[in-house]
């Protein structure tokens, strides 16, 4: 059971506080919290779980905020972990981000749906469809009235979701849509790191299959992969039932309404990526010299574009001038120098090449800038993971069902 929530700020400061069952805890637990945090650094940041002298505590830190969960008693960690993503999740979805204005502004949606999520520090109400039929998501309109009427009662729905009586409380009872569609898209992020010898050290996908269904009555789905062993570190929906996967990878299920993560999954050791960036640095008299390419390695069969570049300009580079044959060269204040390029063009590779000026006194470049690379494809998963097909039961017509697949760079590093 747990007994208090806190928002921290980036600074440490605690944004929003929540109490969730009758015994309270004292805001002194984020002080110790936020000083163990700066005497041991990033690395306390990573701990999910951590022992405080008067509680337990799990923590979890998304765009700079940290949802800090506290508990006295005995209880599974992952429950803990997980209702935290959950409220993270939630609120990105209803804020349309996560950062300390957005929360700021929205206290009042923030704490209504801290209110239906969680209830005596259990978990109550997680699914993103449902709590939209309870709370409606903050728009110019609630807020005018909120100022004018000084009541929040424009968020709040009168009634009840219908799914609070259904067997499913993910999905509204008698559901009904003029046409029946269900469309699913396989979402991939490629992470790769290459060393300054141009070897792959590693090259992961992190994938989700996600879904939008608009379909009538109590359909029941069951979706399969051509090559599903390729498949690691697999995260399900509460919907997905577990037995048929665990017994033949087969995804059977009841979906939500509307838009929801089905799964997501890691694909480990690829040996390729898409696109190759060769850094070339050589300094010497107080000048360094830069070169890059960048080129295509394995035709994916799909066009790559949303090409971009960025990397940034070691402390001791006092002056930069970079210029590119195809794309744009922008030096922003804070020395980070971004490459857009775009499509790559069949007539040439894209190159960028200048000079860096190091501070007086310095005859080479010491430290060696990290080349992030971003890029996206649209209609192919690199991992190679393929849907074999989805059938539907329970269902009157006959549904319309779209398949989609895009790429994108994920953490992709290139060192020089």
Same mark, same amino acid.
């Given at each position: 059971?747990?007994?208090?929530?806190?928002?921290?700020?980036?600074?440490?400061?605690?944004?929003?506080?929540?109490?969730?069952?009758?015994?309270?805890?004292?805001?002194?637990?984020?002080?110790?919290?936020? $000083?163990?945090?700066?005497?041991?650094?990033? +690395?306390?940041?990573?701990?999910?779980?951590?022992?405080?002298?008067?509680?337990?505590?799990?923590?979890? *830190?998304?765009?700079?905020? #940290?949802?800090?969960?506290? #508990?006295?008693?005995?209880?599974?960690?992952?429950?803990?972990?997980?209702?935290?993503?959950?409220?993270?999740?939630?609120?990105?979805?209803?804020?349309?981000?996560?950062? $300390?204005?957005?929360?700021?502004?929205?206290?009042?949606?923030?704490?209504?749906?801290?209110? %239906?999520?969680?209830?005596?520090?259990?978990?109550?109400?997680?699914?993103?469809?449902?709590?939209?039929?309870?709370?409606?998501?903050?728009?110019?309109?609630?807020?005018?009235? !909120?100022? *004018?009427?000084? +009541?929040?009662?424009?968020?709040?729905?009168?009634?009840?979701?219908?799914?609070?009586?259904?067997?499913?409380?993910?999905?509204?009872?008698?559901?009904?849509?003029?046409?029946?569609?269900?469309?699913?898209?396989?979402?991939?992020?490629?992470?790769?790191?290459?060393?300054?010898?141009?070897?792959?050290?590693?090259?992961?996908?992190?994938?989700?299959?996600?879904?939008?269904?608009?379909? +009538?009555?109590?359909?029941?789905?069951? /979706?399969?992969?051509?090559?599903? !062993?390729?498949?690691?570190?697999?995260?399900?929906?509460?919907?997905?039932?577990?037995?048929?996967?665990?017994?033949?990878?087969?995804?059977?299920?009841?979906? @939500?309404?509307?838009?929801?993560?089905?799964?997501?999954?890691?694909?480990?050791?690829?040996?390729? #990526?898409?696109?190759?960036?060769? @850094?070339?640095? +050589?300094?010497?008299?107080?000048?360094?010299?830069?070169?890059?390419?960048?080129?295509?390695?394995?035709?994916?069969?799909?066009?790559?574009?949303?090409?971009?570049?960025?990397?940034?300009?070691?402390?001791?580079?006092?002056?930069?001038?970079?210029?590119?044959?195809?794309?744009?060269?922008?030096?922003?204040?804070?020395?980070?120098?971004?490459? !857009?390029?775009?499509?790559?063009?069949?007539?040439?590779? @894209?190159?960028?090449?200048?000079?860096?000026?190091?501070?007086?006194?310095?005859?080479?470049?010491?430290?060696?800038?990290?080349?992030?690379?971003?890029?996206?494809?649209?209609?192919?998963?690199? !991992?190679? /993971?393929?849907?074999?097909?989805?059938?539907?039961?329970?269902?009157?017509?006959? @549904?319309?069902?779209?398949?989609?697949?895009?790429?994108?760079?994920?953490?992709? %590093?290139?060192?020089?």
């Amino acid at each position: 059971m747990l007994q208090c929530i806190f928002l921290l700020a980036d600074s440490g400061e605690v944004m929003l506080e929540k109490q969730l069952s009758g015994h309270r805890v004292d805001r002194a637990i984020c002080s110790w919290f936020w $000083e163990q945090a700066i005497a041991q650094g990033d +690395s306390f940041k990573l701990l999910p779980v951590i022992a405080s002298p008067t509680h337990y505590l799990f923590q979890i *830190v998304r765009e700079g905020i #940290t949802f800090l969960a506290c #508990t006295q008693a005995e209880m599974p960690p992952l429950m803990g972990i997980e209702f935290l993503c959950r409220v993270a999740d939630v609120l990105s979805d209803y804020l349309g981000g996560l950062n $300390e204005d957005l929360i700021k502004d929205n206290f009042v949606i923030v704490y209504e749906l801290l209110d %239906e999520m969680i209830d005596n520090g259990f978990p109550l109400t997680t699914e993103l469809n449902i709590l939209r039929e309870m709370i409606a998501p903050p728009n110019i309109v609630s807020k005018v009235l !909120s100022v *004018v009427t000084g +009541s929040n009662i424009a968020n709040m729905n009168t009634t009840l979701p219908g799914a609070t009586a259904s067997c499913v409380p993910w999905r509204t009872t008698d559901l009904k849509h003029s046409n029946n569609e269900i469309y699913v898209d396989l979402v991939e992020e490629m992470d790769a790191t290459i060393n300054r010898d141009g070897i792959l050290v590693k090259c992961e996908i992190y994938g989700e299959v996600q879904v939008n269904s608009h379909l +009538s009555g109590l359909p029941d789905l069951t /979706l399969s992969f051509s090559n599903p !062993s390729i498949l690691n570190d697999v995260r399900f929906h509460p919907c997905v039932r577990f037995r048929p996967w665990e017994s033949h990878q087969i995804l059977s299920f009841v979906p @939500p309404d509307g838009q929801f993560k089905l799964m997501s999954y890691r694909v480990k050791k690829l040996k390729s #990526t898409p696109i190759y960036v060769k @850094p070339q640095l +050589s300094s010497d008299a107080g000048t360094c010299r830069v070169s890059v390419l960048v080129g295509t390695r394995n035709d994916p069969g799909k066009t790559v574009d949303s090409i971009t570049v960025q990397f940034q300009l070691p402390p001791c580079v006092l002056s930069a001038d970079l210029s590119s044959n195809h794309g744009t060269v922008n030096i922003l204040t804070n020395k980070t120098c971004s490459w !857009s390029i775009g499509r790559i063009p069949k007539d040439k590779a @894209p190159s960028m090449t200048g000079k860096l000026v190091l501070v007086t006194g310095l005859e080479r470049l010491h430290v060696f800038p990290t080349f992030k690379v971003g890029f996206r494809i649209m209609g192919v998963a690199l !991992s190679g /993971l393929k849907i074999d097909k989805l059938d539907l039961k329970n269902l009157a017509n006959k @549904p319309y069902k779209g398949f989609r697949a895009m790429t994108q760079a994920g953490e992709y %590093e290139v060192r020089s």
